[in-house]
């Protein structure tokens, strides 16, 4: 930890305005008017980039109590390879993984890292309460990583057969529960569960895209692009599970705007999933501010069916106010959607064109940016901006030796709530 001159903020809700003071881990509008974001406006208006570790350098835009030690960074810049394949003038690259040669030393490979580094250092230090998250596997490799780094308490709700995704440069401290559910079940079915542990007084939960330090986590791509560019981009391109770190940026750009030194127009949120999971694309299609019903059965089958399962989200960030339906419609956005065979296409493309492997999910962000120029979507001399984020996984694990978490309990998707709950109790006693 490292002392630093402490980031003021305050925070305003989207629904209805009201403002008021980040006292105790807030997460809702007070007034819970009707279901809305909460934001963090900064006393800062104008980005320092300040001489502090990682990607705390942005900390006048983080609402943090502290900083950690370990992190990394976002790195932005002019690609040259992919840029000329497709006949780009203005592509810029935000990347979020691991390239020492391009000075990326982001361990877990993935912009989740960022949110979980700024999420724990919201934390005033709680020593005996937990934190709980839930998660298809990023999420979790950053939040385990950062959590054991800084010995902060944490119990981790994987589902199981994305438990391959939880691998570390070393074992993880014991202050890292990780439980698990059965083979079969996804995203949704980890909230379920994590929902039962936050029910119990020694937990509390990290909040998913209720949480402004996630999104502003996620939301220093964009700081990192911007600064670097030295304007707002035009177009923003992203794959989305939750749509949480298009919020972010949709977030980030607003800042931008008040910080008056690098534009005043709002990038066009190009975000892209995984065919044929695609609820989000087809909700946006109908221009429906609700999600459309879902098959449960359906829905199981499709995010089995897609390579990138960290897309599969099934209960979005979308229709509250300040969430993701909002954020396309202020930015005159689209949602995409890329075949296995198309990302895996691009991620090959990707790497004979830059020199660095990228994971799955962010080579369906950079498929939708290849059809989006082969269809004139986006003007050849456009300031495009293409949020990689994730990568650089191969080369990490060539270099490092890894070690693999495993689950500390697995439970079964029929498992009652208080069966769950004593479960958990055995496991921190």
């Known amino acids: 930890m490292q002392n630093f001159e402490k980031t003021e903020y305050y925070l305003k809700s989207v629904c209805c305005g009201t403002e008021f003071n980040d006292g105790n881990w807030e997460l809702n509008c007070p007034k819970n008017i009707s279901p809305s974001l909460i934001r963090t406006v900064y006393t800062q208006k104008q980005l320092r980039i300040r001489d502090l570790p990682g990607l705390y350098c942005f900390a006048d835009w983080l609402p943090i109590n502290r900083i950690l030690g370990g992190s990394g960074k976002p790195i932005t810049y002019k690609s040259e390879g992919l ?3 497709l006949g780009l003038k203005n592509l810029y690259i935000n990347f979020n993984g691991y390239w020492p040669e391009k000075g990326a030393f982001v361990k877990t490979g993935t912009f989740k890292e960022f949110e979980a580094y700024s999420v724990c250092a919201r934390i005033n230090p709680t020593p005996h309460k937990t934190l709980v998250v839930a998660s298809a596997g990023n999420t979790a490799r950053a939040f385990a990583h950062v959590c054991s780094e800084n010995k902060i308490p944490l119990l981790l709700f994987v589902p199981y057969d994305y438990l391959d995704t939880l691998w570390f440069e070393k074992p993880l401290n014991q202050c890292v529960k990780i439980v698990s559910i059965e083979s079969g079940s996804d995203y949704y079915d980890a909230i379920h569960f994590s929902n039962y542990a936050i029910e119990m007084p020694d937990f509390y939960p990290e909040g998913g895209a209720k949480n402004v330090a996630r999104r502003d986590g996620m939301g220093l791509s964009v700081l990192s692009a911007v600064t670097t560019i030295g304007k707002i981009p035009d177009y923003y391109f992203q794959a989305i599970g ?9 977030e980030a750009n607003l800042r931008f705007i008040e910080d008056g030194r690098y534009g005043n127009n709002k990038m066009k949120l190009m975000v892209s999933q995984n065919y044929p999971f ?7 299609d109908a221009k429906s ?3 459309l ?3 449960e059965e359906i829905a199981r089958k499709n995010v ?4 990138a399962k960290v897309l599969s989200n099934r209960k979005p960030p979308y229709s509250l106010i300040g969430g993701l339906f909002d954020a396309l419609s202020d930015t005159n956005g689209e949602v995409l959607a890329a075949t296995n065979y198309e990302a895996q296409s691009a991620a090959e493309l990707f790497e004979k064109t830059e020199g660095i492997d990228i994971d799955i999910a962010a080579s369906v962000a950079v498929a939708s940016l290849i059809d989006s120029v082969k269809n004139h ?3 050849k001399n456009a300031v495009i901006m293409l949020n990689i984020t994730g990568g650089g996984i191969d080369r990490y694990m060539q270099t490092h030796e890894l070690h693999y978490a495993q689950p500390h309990h697995v439970f079964k998707l029929t498992d009652s709530k208080e069966f769950v709950k004593a479960k958990i109790s055995e496991l921190f006693k």
């Open 289 to 291: 501010r609700d999600m």
């Open 83 to 85: 840029a000329k394949k």
């Open 242 to 250: 939750s749509g949480t770190g298009a919020i972010s940026a949709w």
């Open 377 to 379: 979507k986006v003007e």
């Open 278 to 284: 695609i609820p989000i694309k087809e909700a946006w």
């Open 293 to 295: 019903p879902m098959n």
């Open 304 to 307: 089995e069916a897609i390579n």
